[in-house]
């Protein structure tokens, strides 16, 4: 028995000398104007912390808040969201600088003032372009999954399917130490 406790310490010992911790992010700031409104500001600002186990598995949490939709045409609003998910991460291809992943994520978000739940497990596909060692931009591309929210007065929506659209890309940077 006491050996198999030297080999699981040694495996683990083994596996998180090669992992490396990062942070990162969206954000996003932008401001609308709707026909007959003032101009308001919509922001969305969604930092990030993970693990990196190796070069194929990560494993992290998006944490933030949003208000309105930044570069939508879109009213603003009195609400913010905040959501938080976790997510893994699995690098199915590494090219030379590019890195092509697959994240498996389970969101939640509470929407102020309208009393509002939304939950969210899906797959979101994306590249990372590792600049060096430290430094990466990373792209999510879409969404394949299920969205749904849960309103205060007991209505429901939810939908389920793959959105690939141009409007669905996120943008954020990585730094990991």
Known sequence: ???????????LVSVCASAQVYVGGTAGISS???AGEDSKVA??????????F???WSAGIEFGLQKGAPCEISGVGNSTTYEVAPYVRYNFLNAKMFDFFLEGTVGYGRVTKVDTDIFEIGIKPGVALNLSNNFSLVSKVGFL??????YNGGGTSSSFGLDLDGNNIQFGVIYKF
Request: hydrophobic share 40%.
């Open 54 to 56: 190796n070069k194929q």
């Open 43 to 52: 922001y969305k600002f969604i930092p990030e912390i993970g693990y990196q």
């Open 32 to 34: 609308n104007k709707m």
């Open 145 to 150: 999954g299920y969205r749904g929210m849960s």
């Open 1 to 11: 028995m006491k050996k198999f406790f030297m080999s699981l310490a040694v495996a």
